[in-house]
């Protein structure tokens, strides 16, 4: 490392899901180099291995408490595959409800608990001591009012929570969605208290989360500069249209230079050349890929394994989604992730009052699913942050193998055997820091993605040499 060059260590990163460290090199005022590391791993493709098939989801379900419905959908979805069977219309929209209230609670989460004290002047009170550098811009008047929404916005995600736990039994960890369908009928008082607790919610989001996220967009057009990336984009289908099979609401689709192409699941393979994993010859897809932990392997530095597409590193997250389906061009920065994410919360609680009004409280939910004996499926779906998919082999009625590649692994990849960066290591590249022992604008950046490492590495092991580090 050259003389003028700092490296600073942020472990953890806090206000995000799971346990991420990233290194930043700066010098000259801006950041030069990143490194992006998953620093524990929980094994439960490895977990998976020799069980009863109907077990998937619950087991996956638990790699993460944020974005449990998402494994619920893509665990069901690969056992469906593999089953060959196809769920009726009543099982699709029950889904996609649950689905999306999941959705929206993450979305308000991550806005209001995450998100927005990167931006605000918070109370010198606990959750908010100690107090970093806070850049705080706004106002007074909006400031007070956004603090007041973020107090409301307890009340907003637990609500969507509720709506969870009506269809889908609990929340996390929904018991709801299982293969062949959905195990709750939509009587009609079930349906009533959900569209009533969607009605609110919709509303606070229309007239508090989205107004606020294109306030910061009007008082911090610098973070439109910042974390742009390499600007490939990737998303899957999101929530089937009922009536419509293989047809998603949100479309799936590649933008890579701005051009649109479709998504081949083929084309996906998983780099370990930085991970802590059992070496291998190649990088593999899913069905050829393997778990081995490595923990001595001197390149490795993430328990991320490093996801890429013909060999490109692709972000992911609403943003994506939206600007597949030519909701979102505005750009590809910081602010503009956390402004679609606002749009993308009105337009699935939308979605999710057409879906209600679908509902058929006597038709079936549940199409009988049986064990194949030998069988392969896969279940891609879009979740809160991207991407997410779930491979999975049965032989002799038992799962033989399973891989999940999960949207916060394409977005906090390490560098793969090519020396390619991930995404959100490509994004930090020449973010300016004024203060290398408080880099706030590093937490802005990686935050706008959204973190999850729960579900990115999916045995912790404390210690290994790592600092603390307080950025609030
Ligand atoms: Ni734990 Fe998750 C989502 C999945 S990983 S949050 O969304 O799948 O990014
Ligand atoms: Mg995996």
New binding site residues.
Partial sequence: MAPDKTLVTINPVTRS??LLKVEVEVSGGKVTDARCSGIFFRGFELILQGRDPRDAGYYAER??G??ST??AT?AAMALEDAAKIQVSDNAVLLRNLIFGADFLQ?HLRHFFFLGLPDYIDTPEIPPFTPHGAQRASLPRAINDRMMEHYRESFRASQMAHEMTVIFGGKAPHVHGIVPGGASVKPTIDRVTRFGAALEEVHRFIVEKYLPDAMTLGEYYPEDFQLGTGYRNLIAFGLFPKPGHPGIWTFPPGIAKDGMLEEVDQKAIQEDIKHSWFREQPKPENPWEGVTVPDLEKEEGYSWVKAPRYRGMALECGPLARLWVRGDYRRGISTLDRVMARAQDAKKISEHMKEWLEMLHPDAPTYTPFEVPKNAEGIGLTG????P?GHWVRIEGGRIAHYQIV????W?FSPRDGRGVRGPVEEALIGTPVADPANPVEVGRVVRSYDA?L???THVFEPGRGLTAFQIF
């Fill in positions: 899901n799971g790699i993460c944020i974005c998402a494994h893509a993450n979740a809160m942050r991207g997410l999960t949207p916060s692994a977005n999850c729960a579900c990115g």
